[in-house]
């Protein structure tokens, strides 16, 4: 984990769901800025759970998170799995969203998600709505939408989840570019080990049942990460051990 | 550019003979010619059934009273139509404000829906006396202002999970949810309503005049309808009926219409997909 102060900080939190399920049992996870950390685990181990909340979608039943600046705790973005976006807005309409509900003037929304846009390679689509575009190019415009507020955590929910294996590709380099540009902090979740490995400074592995953190690996390996690594051995040696690793939560 | 203008228009045009188009008309061109082939041969009198040629030549030579009287029942149709769209929609509004609310409530509009027109018009029509007018509206109305509420409320509790999550995070007030993400996502439900509404206010209005009329009150082409009948003049009977189903079309498709401009972009009854 590297030195700096976290900023953010799970103590020892669970959820339990009002039908008795334990979502999530014990969890401690410290994140500090402008790191990328992946939550990597089979469906139902608390991935989900551990994101919403800290988004304040949801109370943890024990525990705390906490943030090293409280004020700041309402400064981060969500992208789902679903790009969620509104069919009824323009590509436009639908990135400036975050700043309209803000209250800034039209005019000035036009202009930073004019730049949103062009971050995520969709320049000259403003005007199309969402039926017109394909998968990966509704998810650019769901994080283009998440990086208009500048947050200063960035929470993604297996984002790339549905779409095909070349576009998935394509995504993660344009998403490592943009972190390592914009500085973000990205708590990214996700059932793929590859992707994990690629993407991740820290993996952190997650058991089932009830869900729980079972391990962290540290992915050392330079940034950029370029086409090169996702073939190389120390690659292949990381998903081996996170295999190996999943392997065990999962048994346990 | 001339050109593409003429064939866009020319595509048009086409669009309006494709087959679509044709089959319900040569159907009903071959329906109405047996129509009138059986008047003919079996030599009906007109009092009881009169052939649709006769029926034709009826409505122009009785156009000068059948007109008006559609234009009050037209009146009488947008004003109760009007209503029922605006008050429908602010009461689901409210429905969805908070679950007591909608299910206090709810239940009474359903009742009110399910109360046949036809048994409760008579006292409507005798409460505002001196109205004949405002009572077709109100009967009108409760026929026409139920597939609105309902529709709307489910369209007003349909919103992607996601999406209501976002506004959630970013803060949004209720008023902004409502306005920038329940309405839209009610928006189809709402026309879907529309267009079921449209056809009732028209028969709410027909009916609630039958009433009024066998109490004596005049009114607009229902009463016609009924005088008719009254009076064995079944041609005149048969006009009066055609241009009141007519209407109901004619709404109908501008309720289509309406629909369709202002979901194109957007939602899957109105895209059109390619596989």
């Keep these: 984990m590297p030195d700096s102060a976290p900023l953010l900080q799970l103590h020892q939190v669970s959820k339990v769901y009002r039908n008795g399920t334990v979502a999530l049992k014990d969890a401690n996870l410290a994140i500090a800025p402008g790191e990328f950390v992946s939550l990597l685990g089979a469906s139902g181990c608390g991935k989900s759970t551990i994101l919403r909340l800290i988004a304040g979608l949801g109370r943890p039943s024990a525990g705390s998170v906490a943030w090293d600046d409280p004020s700041h705790q ?34 000035k929304i036009r202009a930073i998600a004019q730049e949103a846009i062009a971050l995520v390679g969709l320049q000259g689509s403003e005007s199309t709505y969402p039926r017109q575009l394909s998968g990966g190019m509704k998810m650019r415009v769901s994080i283009a939408r998440a990086l208009i507020t500048n947050p200063r955590l960035m929470l993604m929910d297996e984002p790339f989840g549905a779409l095909d294996e070349m576009t998935r590709s394509r995504l993660n380099a344009d998403l490592l570019q943009l972190w ?9 979740v996700t059932h793929n080990i590859y992707e994990a490995v690629y993407l991740s400074q820290r993996v952190v592995i997650m058991a089932p049942q009830p869900g729980r953190i079972h391990a962290e690996i540290a992915i050392d390996a330079p940034y950029p990460r370029r086409e090169p690594f996702r073939t190389s051995l120390q690659f292949n040696q990381y998903c081996r051990e996170i295999a190996e690793q999943l392997a065990i939560a999962d048994a346990v | 550019m001339a050109d593409l203008k003429t064939l866009r228009r020319f595509s048009r045009f086409t669009g309006w003979l494709s087959p679509e188009v044709l089959a319900p008309l040569i159907v009903g061109f071959l329906i109405l010619t047996a129509w009138e082939l059986l008047v003919r041969i079996t030599g009906l ?5 009169p052939g649709p040629l006769l029926v034709i030549q009826t409505l122009i030579s009785e156009w000068g009273s059948l007109w008006p009287a559609l234009l009050i029942t037209l009146k009488i149709t947008g004003i109760a139509f009007l209503f029922a769209a605006s008050s429908g929609l602010l009461i689901a509004v409210l429905f969805v404000q908070s679950r007591w609310i909608e299910r206090s409530f709810f239940p009474y509009a359903v009742i009110l829906q399910t109360t046949p027109i036809v048994a409760i018009a008579p006292l409507i029509i005798m409460w505002l006396r001196n109205n ?71 028969i709410g209005a027909v009916v609630a005049e039958f009433v009024a009329g066998t109490g004596g009150a005049a009114s607009g082409i229902a009463y016609q309808i009924l005088m008719s009948s009254y009076n064995l003049q079944i041609p005149r009977m048969f006009a009066a009926l055609f241009l009141t189903t007519l209407s109901g079309v004619v709404i109908f498709i501008g309720l289509t219409f309406l629909s369709e401009a202002l979901l194109k972009h957007w939602h899957d009854s109105v895209v059109h997909h390619e596989n």
């Design chain 1, 74 to 107: 309402g400064d981060l973005a969500f992208v789902f799995q679903e790009a969620a976006l509104m069919p009824w807005a323009t590509v436009l309409d639908n990135v400036g969203l975050p700043l309209k509900l803000r209250g800034y003037a039209p005019r």
């Design chain 1, 180 to 188: 390592q540009d914009q500085q973000w902090t990205v708590l990214f």
């Design chain 2, 45 to 49: 009198p007109p009092f009881l059934l």
């Design chain 2, 132 to 202: 004949t007018f405002a009572a077709l509206v109100v009967c009108a109305w409760i026929v026409a202002f139920f597939p609105i509420i309902s529709n709307t409320t489910l369209g007003l509790h349909s919103v992607d999970h996601h999406l209501k999550n976002l506004f959630q995070l970013y803060g949004a007030s209720r008023w902004q949810t409502l306005l920038y993400l329940r309405l839209p996502s009610a928006l189809p439900y709402f026309l879907g309503g529309l267009k079921i509404s449209g056809g009732l206010s028209l």
